[in-house]
């Protein structure tokens, strides 16, 4: 069952989302990732070396000081990348990704959110240009996601803005401050454990699909959980609702690679080590090797 939205008028209030497997069904980082090895922007070395960090970060964990160095491996990835490149292979797969994934149990709340009279603002550790037209699909009246930075039409590496556990609650406080909101009557919507930051910085906090660790939180703090289960096309849902133009879509590619990078280290670090194995295989299984 969706959570119970209370239609709250004054002062102004807001519902914050967090994206990957709280709104849409899967991680754009991992579908990505795909997409750019086809596309010759990352070799096969590579695609394995970061499927098998993944995996044992998953089995054996990892402290802080091995984090960072698995992020700043992963940043590494993208450094020197055309950022023309990423947008034409972006814009060939970014529809077949966003498209049929979003959570319908999602869009509905939104819809709740909106009719209560509360801002919508996605807030993930995705790139902000991927995670801009998803929330212009959904009607999100604001975005806050990572940014990379560009010089001379190419990565750094550098991430400029990294939208993770405690700056999600920072950019939270900002907008809560400039646009009025009153925290204590805004709702919050995540399914990992970094965002409990985020979560209780609201008065209404409610973990989604969450991982063990917040799931154990929310038990702990009383917060409510929701299962999302039904991923629906978007178009199916809201036949009104047109999808971005190619020139839109290219524009969504500028900091994929955020999340094919910074992003990868806190999306890996919920999933269970069973998938980090298939993803491992999956990987070995491409077409065109050898």
């Known amino acids: ?104 149990e999602a869009a509905s709340l939104i819809e709740q959110h909106h009719a209560a009279g509360r801002d919508v603002v996605i807030v993930s550790t995705s790139g902000s240009e991927v995670v801009e037209p998803i929330g212009q699909l959904l009607g999100a009246d604001r975005v806050v996601a990572t940014r990379m930075v560009i010089e001379d039409g190419r990565y750094t590496g550098e991430v400029d803005y990294y939208a993770y556990g405690p700056t999600k609650a920072e950019a939270v406080r900002e907008l809560a401050a400039s646009e009025g909101y009153d925290l204590e009557r805004c709702y919050a919507y995540s399914d990992s454990i970094t965002d409990v930051p985020m979560l209780e910085s609201v008065g209404h906090p409610h973990a989604v699909n969450p991982d063990r660790a917040l799931r154990k939180e929310a038990a702990a703090r009383s917060w409510p959980v929701l299962a999302f289960e039904r991923p629906v096309p978007l178009r199916q849902r809201l036949p009104s609702l047109s999808m971005p133009t190619r020139p839109a879509l290219a524009a969504g590619a500028a900091v994929v690679a955020a999340a094919a990078t910074a992003g990868l280290v806190w999306y890996v670090g919920r999933r269970r080590a069973g998938r980090a194995a298939r993803a491992v295989q999956a990987f070995r299984e491409v077409p065109g090797e050898k």
């Open 1 to 104: 069952m969706l959570g119970q939205v209370e239609n709250l008028s004054q002062p102004r209030t807001a519902a914050f989302f967090d994206l990957d497997k709280t709104v849409i069904a899967k991680s754009s980082t991992v579908t990505f990732s795909r997409s750019f090895y086809q596309g010759g922007l990352i070799n096969r070395r590579a695609v394995l070396r970061t499927a098998y960090a993944q995996f044992l970060y998953l089995v054996g964990g990892a402290d802080h000081e091995q984090t960072e160095r698995m992020r700043e491996y992963l940043s590494a990835l993208c450094r020197g990348w055309n950022v023309a490149q990423v947008k034409e292979i972006v814009a060939e797969t970014l529809h077949q990704v966003i498209d049929p994934i979003i959570y319908d």
